[in-house]
Nanobody, 126 residues
Framework: QVQVVESGGGLVQAGGSVRLSCTAS????????MGWFRQVPGKEREGITC????????QYPDSMLARFTISRDKPKNTLYLQVSNMKTEDTAMYYC???????????????????WGQGAQVTVSS
């Protein structure tokens, strides 16, 4: 059974950057998609980016292209999210998610994923 655990985050100044990590366990092969999402209280979970673990292909909503970068370290079973030029509106709980699939293209839609981490809080101060 796949499990994911986020780390990183914390308090960041506006204009700064942060790198979040997500370590996966229970991986038996590369047929998995992983994604990053964020959520603020009272709002729906928002998709940031995703990656096909096997091929490395990624997807981003247009709104996330400029400042968010997903990457992976396969030997370490670790996923990363680099966020640059942070803004106060980036303050949110950030989640890592995973799903087992052989589909080519990953999805940034939260309902597509069935495994979630506990989240990492990122707070951006002005």
């Amino acid at each position: 059974q796949v499990q994911v655990v986020e780390s990183g985050g914390g308090l960041v100044q506006a204009g700064g950057s942060v790198r979040l990590s997500c370590t996966a366990s229970g991986l038996t092969n590369d047929d998995i998609h992983m994604g990053w999402f964020r959520q603020v209280p009272g709002k729906e979970r928002e998709g940031i980016t995703c990656i096909n673990w096997r091929s490395g292909s990624t997807q981003y909503p247009d709104s996330m292209l400029a400042r968010f970068t997903i990457s992976r370290d396969k030997p370490k079973n670790t996923l990363y999210l680099q966020v640059s030029n942070m803004k106060t509106e980036d303050t949110a709980m950030y989640y890592c998610a995973a799903r087992t699939t052989t589909a080519r293209d990953c999805s940034v839609s939260a309902p597509s994923y069935d495994t979630w981490g506990q989240g990492a809080q990122v707070t951006v101060s002005s």
